[in-house]
């Protein structure tokens, strides 16, 4: 399944790429490598990876960076490599798009289960054509979302979503209606509890509405903000 996938390993440390390529290449992934932000943005908008793998400190434009220029262009699912003590860069990573974080000093096979894992969620490797009729299907006016391709589309029209807005417009369409404060979809979406660091969701639905404005209104209409709660997917039916 995972054959022909190519990964893009981003760190100023020679040893840590080598490290990462040595482990990710045992997957039978294809790597390439950049020592640097600006080389890194440059080939990921120049190639269609389907993942990256981006450290958050490095000389030239940083992690956090790289991630907000590339998410102006495109949704390519993003692990933001991360040292010891940096929380606050790491949550500022999730506000501009990162998918995942790991915490150096890590486990080469850790990284390659979370590499594994969010692949399985992206849209970049799990769209297949197909002609059968999708098992997973959640289909409101406007708004079309099939969980086993992980394929949006508004008014017929296909939105490319980051895996992190993907799961965000899933868990809130898959109950209409119903009222989801910030910390709830952290805990949910996200995985992790920031105690407090309710922008990376406000962040989100932010860019979650707008890509879907940019094809359909009505879609972007049905993600609420309940002030001072948080937020619901509604059901408009006129």
């Not at 190519?6 to 020592?35: G, N, P, T």
């Not at 956090?64 to 949550?91: D, F, H, S, W, Y």
């Not at 009222?179 to 979650?208: A, C, N, P, S």
């Not at 509405?209 to 209104?217: F, I």
């Amino acid at each position: 399944m995972d054959k022909n996938v190519k990964i893009l390993v981003v760190d100023d440390e020679e040893r840590i790429r080598r490290l990462l390529k040595m482990y990710l290449e045992r997957e039978s992934y294809l790597i390439d490598e950049a020592e640097n932000g600006d080389l890194a943005l440059t080939m990921a908008l120049e190639n269609n990876y389907d993942l990256i793998l981006l450290d958050l400190m490095m000389p030239g434009k940083d992690g956090i960076q790289v991630c907000r220029e590339l998410r102006e262009k495109k949704a390519t699912p993003l692990i933001m490599l991360t040292a010891k003590g940096e929380e606050g860069n790491r949550v500022q990573g999730f506000e501009v798009g990162t998918d995942d974080y790991i915490v150096k000093p890590f486990s080469p096979r850790e990284v390659v289960l979370r590499i594994k894992a969010l692949l399985r969620r992206s849209s970049q490797t799990s769209y297949l054509e197909t002609s059968s009729a999708a098992k997973d299907l959640v289909v409101f006016p406007h708004l079309v979302i099939d969980n086993d391709a992980h394929r949006v589309t508004a008014n017929g029209t296909d939105v490319n979503l980051t895996p992190k807005e993907y799961e965000l417009l899933l868990y809130l369409a898959k109950t209409p209606d119903k009222v989801f404060d910030r910390e709830i979809l952290l805990r949910d979406v996200w995985h992790y509890d920031f105690f407090g660091d309710l922008r990376t969701v406000d962040t989100h639905v932010k860019r979650l509405r707008e890509k879907l404005n940019s094809v359909s209104e009505e879609a972007a209409s049905m993600i609420v903000t309940v002030w001072g709660v948080g937020y619901k997917f509604e059901v408009r039916t006129n």
